[in-house]
């Protein structure tokens, strides 16, 4: 049977949201994020890693900053969340998101490679403590402890494209599909890439017929969603704002629109 995302999200007390790496919560849903808190939904972050192989932009860094770039991002994620409104955040492999009697545990970030002009690939360098290469059931039964001590009416997290096929993105995709499925919690796709070419939206919800793609407009989200990404000063440079979105130049130079609208595959 298939449910109305966006009805599920509409009834939600608490919502968790399932991320892989400081920044993909204010890029891949920083305006649902927004949305959903403007609203009074009580909404939980949790990220898989802390960033480790992420590129810094040039001159972000102070030469005399004695701080490891781990810090540095933990300091920017602390900020980008409370911008969205997001009520309280955790590290995957750290209690309360650590399966009952395991030894802390961090997940690396896998890193990548670009296999071509927008899909990204499995990194040549990644290694046996990265988040791709640990055991799948150590992140699940990790990720099955928040839930239960969360407790959240509805999970949201990557489609299995996983954004841009990051191998992190992709992995946090089968670890959360398999937790809500012990658990029996709604899980909420976010969809990859933009609204398909010729689909209109009417400002509240629309429904691809190729995709079954149902999509929202989040007015009023901007400024909130500009100060969480502009946040990430090492990973990106905000270079405008309009109506449609925050304009962004990531740290490869490659330049990306960040829509304030979010679609989201039906919950079968």
Known sequence: ????????????????????????????????????????????????????????????????????????????????TNALGVAERHMLGTAPALAPGAAPRRYRDSGMQWVRDGLAGPSDTAGPTSFTHRPLEDAVTDLVALLEHVRPDVVIGYDDDGSYGHPDHVHAHHVTLEACRRTGIPFVEVASGERPAGEESAGEETDGEKTGISWREHPGTGAAVHRAIDAYRTQLTVVGRDENGVAIRHVGGQDDLIALRTGLHPVR
């Open 1 to 80: 049977m298939t449910r109305d995302p966006w009805q599920l999200l509409d009834d939600a007390g608490t919502v968790l949201a399932v991320h892989a790496h400081p920044d993909d919560e204010s890029l891949s849903t920083g305006a649902l994020i927004a949305s959903l808190a403007a609203a009074g939904t009580r909404v939980v972050l949790v990220t898989a890693t802390r960033g480790e192989e992420g590129e810094i932009v040039p001159g972000s860094v102070a030469a005399d900053d004695p701080r490891s770039l781990e810090e540095i991002r933990q300091t920017e994620i602390d900020a980008a």
